[in-house]
């Protein structure tokens, strides 16, 4: 079957770094994305990695070893408006793009 | 664009009753999906669709039915609704296989709460 895991909860300053971590185990796997979801919101799209190595897109950059099945995403320079609930969620290969999501780490910035 | 729009916000429904929750994109995505999501949890998906009249299920289908035809709306319908269908709902869509990215764009989500 497929499974994720990452931490449920984490917390951290404003302006520090952050890193949440995401294992998984599926068969057929494609690429591993990550998704930002703030309370009563909707998930929007931050990061894709088909690739090993690591994506950055301004203050997120997100890595992928295939070999280990992990994957994290790297939150810098932390703000307050980042506090939200980070997915990461397994594309798996020949299924019409279709995304299994881990249960999500809550991210709480303080100032 | 609107991108993802669902319809309605909120819900609460009765045992047995029985509700369509829409769902339209106006990105001529191909591919669109319905998922829920329990408190605390990730989404499950419910059905997902390639195309207009092309439809499959997905990890979480019972109780729950879908049409696609047209490429735009893609309705979810709950037949005889039961607490354990008390969810957030929502609606994806993207590109042919979500483009190199992957992307799935989501709509606002319905609450629904069955009693």
């Known amino acids: 079957g497929q499974s994720l895991e990452q931490p449920s909860e984490v917390t951290a300053v404003e302006g520090a770094i952050v890193q949440i971590n995401c294992t998984y185990q599926?068969?057929?796997?494609?690429?591993l994305s990550w998704y930002q979801q703030h309370d009563g919101g909707a998930p929007t799209f931050l990061s894709y990695?088909?690739?090993?190595g690591l994506e950055e897109t301004g203050r997120f950059s997100s890595f992928l070893s295939r070999s280990d099945s992990y994957g994290y995403l790297l939150l810098q320079e932390l703000q307050m408006k980042d506090s939200a609930s980070y997915f990461c969620a397994v594309r798996r290969g020949g299924s019409q793009g279709n995304l299994i999501f881990g249960k999500g780490t809550k991210l709480s910035v303080k100032p | 664009n609107a991108g993802v729009t669902q319809t309605p916000k909120f819900r609460i429904l009765k045992i047995g009753q029985s509700m369509t929750l829409q769902c339209t994109q106006d990105m001529n995505h191909n591919y669109m999906y319905w998922y829920r999501q329990d408190p605390g949890m990730g989404l499950k998906l419910i059905y997902y669709?390639?195309?207009?009249?092309?439809?499959d299920k997905g990890e979480v289908p019972n109780g729950y039915n879908v049409s696609r035809s047209t490429t735009e709306d893609f309705p979810l319908r709950l037949e005889l609704a039961a607490p354990s269908q008390t969810s957030v709902y929502f609606c994806?869509?993207?590109?042919?296989?979500?483009?190199?990215?992957?992307?799935?764009?989501f709509g606002p989500g319905t609450r629904l709460t069955v009693l």
């Open positions: 990695n088909a690739l090993d």
């Open positions: 994806a869509s993207s590109s042919t296989s979500g483009g190199p990215y992957n992307e799935q764009f």
């Open positions: 599926t068969s057929g796997f494609y690429g």
């Open positions: 669709s390639v195309g207009a009249g092309i439809t």
